[in-house]
């Protein structure tokens, strides 16, 4: 980032601490009467020259614009509660742990209550810290992830958090607010003319057909949850279902179209604190929409932007009455496929006549496998505000199971985040196995038979 553009928005930081500050001040009439605060952090979590991205499919050369790690810590409840997203890719297995442990220590919590997402960028790292370990044991010339940068990247958010206790500022008000996002999301999914099913349409699309068929199944709502004090809005975090990429591969690390949408709201509002999740959007690109040109980034970010504007101007406060943390465990059964996904099978791969990428998904296969034979599950966790929920479901879940979720609790505003732990990969819904997706032959660790497993933990987590 050049120096001006830092000056800018160490600026506007040190703008939004003094709201929080000034927050505080207000007359007791004004603040919770359960005692309801928060804090709002954020840290600059970019990859240095020549670390791996998208799990070592290509290094990184430049920083076209900087990635962030935002989030807020809500007090006040049984616990302190931890909403966090990270512009990387995926964060998996160990590095999931990591994250987790290190910001509930911070923020004086639970790891289930730290709820870490990742935007899933593809212009950013994935982190797997097992993995890289394996990589490094086997002499591989692949790699995931630095170690060394990614303990100062977690330490660097811990500080961050910890800061935002100092100024955390009473909450008294919930908004609730949405509004369509226009010509963005389309499913990878799509039926050609004479009938026949394709999954083809991916996040840069030249093909006429997929061009013109329609949008399949997507969640076309962009929501924002917000914290108030009084009439003092806090924070806005905004949620919406579409794999965040206009252009990627080049070396250049960037947050893509999400990533310049949040800024211009924080241009808008320099007080309240702006948090973009990624929701489930394993099978939903911006394909449809998107041939793939650099400037298409703009002309995305522009839409989505608007989005987030409309869906200010709809919130609605209710005064916040409850802020209760729910946890489910979730088993999913690891792939057994021959080729590639068993363990003899990636084993065979950690040899330098292997190609490095090939190497990094054999070594996240069997982080994956390792973690699973130790029988620790994946945790589903969902904060109940009364009228409105934020649920996090793992790794890259495809939208019909936010869909799903928000079909539990229809009368409730259901916010869902994907890519939490990541370490599944693709978990699609039953039908994409059976129509061969063919998006399936890599990066899906999980075995079929995920679906209903997948929407039991929903249930179980949303059900009051």
């Not at 200010?312 to 409850?322: E, I, Y």
């Not at 599944?424 to 997706?437: C, L, M, Q, S, T």
Request: aromatic residues 8%.
């Amino acid at each position: 980032m050049p120096r001006a553009s830092r000056r800018t928005f160490l600026a506007r930081t040190l703008a939004s601490a003094g709201a929080f500050a000034a927050a505080r001040a207000l007359p007791a009439s004004a603040q919770a009467a359960a005692g309801f605060r928060i804090g709002a952090f954020s840290a600059d979590v970019s990859v240095p020259t020549g670390h791996g991205m998208m799990g070592g499919a290509w290094l990184s050369k430049s920083v076209a614009d900087p990635l962030f790690a935002k989030g807020v810590v809500l007090l006040g409840g049984e616990k302190p509660v931890v909403l966090v997203s990270v512009d990387w890719c995926e964060i998996r297995n160990d590095a999931f742990d990591r994250w987790r442990d290190v910001l509930a220590e911070a923020a004086g919590t639970d790891r289930q209550r730290v709820l870490v997402s990742s935007t899933h960028v593809h212009d950013a790292p994935v982190a797997d810290l097992e993995a890289e370990r394996i990589l490094h044991d086997n002499e591989c010339g692949g790699t995931v992830c630095n170690l060394k940068f990614h303990e100062e990247a977690v330490q660097r958010v811990a500080k961050a958090l910890r800061e935002s206790l100092k100024s955390a500022a009473p909450i008294t008000h919930l908004g609730t607010g949405q509004a369509k996002v226009e010509k963005v999301a389309s499913n990878r999914r799509y039926v050609l003319p004479d009938g026949t099913i394709s999954y083809n349409r991916m996040s840069r699309n030249l093909n006429v057909l997929a061009a013109q068929a329609d949008d399949g199944d997507i969640d076309p709502m962009l929501k924002t949850l917000s914290f108030w004090n009084g009439n003092t809005p806090l924070a806005a975090v905004s949620n919406y279902a579409v794999h965040p990429m206009s252009y990627y591969g080049g070396g250049e690390v960037s947050a893509d179209f999400p990533g310049i949408a949040r800024r211009r709201r924080q241009e808008d509002l320099p007080n309240v604190a702006q948090v973009y999740f990624s929701g489930c959007s394993g099978n939903v690109t911006a394909g449809k929409y998107n041939p793939g040109m650099r400037e298409n980034r703009v002309v995305l970010a522009g839409r989505l932007y608007q989005a987030m504007a409309e869906a200010w101007r709809d919130t609605k406060r209710v005064p916040l009455a409850q802020m209760n943390f729910r946890s489910v465990p979730l088993t999913l059964e690891p792939r057994n496929d021959p080729e590639g996904f068993t363990v003899e099978g990636s084993q065979k791969l950690l040899v330098p006549e292997t190609k490095p990428f090939a190497q990094c998904l054999a070594a996240m296969n069997l982080s994956w496998r390792k973690r699973a034979a130790a029988g620790q599950p994946i945790d589903v966790p969902a904060v109940d505000f009364g009228p409105a929920q934020f649920l996090l479901l793992p790794a890259e879940a495809y939208v019909e199971f936010q869909l799903h979720a928000q079909a539990v609790r229809p009368d409730s505003f259901v916010m869902v985040a994907g890519y939490g732990e990541s370490a599944p990969g693709y978990i699609p819904i039953e039908r994409a196995w059976a129509e061969k997706d063919g998006n399936l032959g890599d990066w899906c660790w999980v075995a079929p038979g995920s679906e209903a497993r997948m929407k039991a933990a929903i249930e179980a987590v949303l059900r009051k």
